[in-house]
């Protein structure tokens, strides 16, 4: 049996605010926006060279998913995007103006800091060790 994660749901406040702060500060791809009813649509953004798992943007629903906005993790890291090159990429987000809550350090799995996403979900950016 083979099996894989296929989308991560990220909830958000907003579908145009989110689509737009992944494809331009983070250079994500918009994969698939379609409208499912006045409410709810489907939009998938994935960072470049992703082919399996992408990310959901999934517009709180309610006021109890709205306090879920930003703190899906209750202030833990909660996604993990790996790169090729991490001085290239941490250079290009710091110039887009990603928020880091952690400097840049080397670890024995590899670079590594900590940003913050639009809501302020935080994420490990990581170019792993060789």
Same mark, same amino acid.
């Given at each position: 049996?083979?099996?894989?994660i296929?989308? !991560? ?22 994969? #698939? ?45 909660? !996604?993990?995007?790996?790169t ?6 941490? #250079?290009? !987000? ?11 350090? #080397?670890?024995?799995y590899?670079?590594?800091?900590v ?14 060790? #060789?």
């Open positions: 049996m083979n099996q894989y296929a989308r !991560m749901a990220l909830v958000v406040r907003d579908y145009d605010e989110a689509i737009a702060w992944f494809t331009q500060k983070l250079n994500f791809r918009l994969i #698939e926006d379609t409208r499912l009813s006045e409410e709810k649509r489907w939009v998938v953004v994935a960072p470049p060279g992703a082919v399996e798992c992408f990310l959901l943007l999934a517009k709180a629903a309610n006021e109890r998913q709205l306090t879920r906005v930003g703190d899906q993790t209750g202030g833990r890291v909660f !996604m993990f995007l790996y090729d090159d991490f001085w290239r990429d941490y #250079e290009q !987000m710091l110039s887009r103006g990603i928020e880091f809550a952690r400097p840049p350090k #080397e670890e024995p590899g670079t590594v800091a940003f913050k996403d639009l809501y302020g979900n935080l994420w490990d950016f990581i170019q792993p060790t #060789e």
